[in-house]
């Protein structure tokens, strides 16, 4: 598992600097349960751009299995 895929994908990388915009936005906030909820959501688009980078090696063996059969 190479770390560079992740560091270097844009995708990972947008997500990672939505953590400015969040930090931002939550600070302004009363200490209750929307304000985790905005970092929880936060957290879960992280975690899709993650699994999706880590997924897309096994996409891209599917769609050639596909176009092979065609």
């Given at each position: 598992?190479?770390?560079?895929?992740?560091?270097?994908?844009?995708?990972?990388?947008?997500?990672?600097?939505?953590?400015?915009?969040?930090?931002k936005r939550t600070?302004?906030?009363?200490?209750?349960?929307?304000?985790?909820?905005?970092?929880?959501?936060?957290?879960?688009?992280?975690?899709?751009?993650?699994?999706?980078?880590?997924?897309?090696?096994?996409?891209?063996?599917?769609?050639?299995?596909?176009?092979?059969r065609k």
């Amino acid at each position: 598992m190479s770390i560079g895929k992740y560091v270097t994908n844009p995708g990972v990388l947008g997500a990672a600097l939505g953590a400015a915009s969040t930090a931002k936005r939550t600070a302004g906030m009363r200490r209750d349960w929307r304000r985790l909820l905005v970092w929880g959501v936060w957290l879960a688009g992280l975690a899709l751009a993650v699994a999706s980078v880590a997924m897309q090696e096994q996409d891209d063996d599917f769609d050639s299995a596909r176009k092979a059969r065609k």
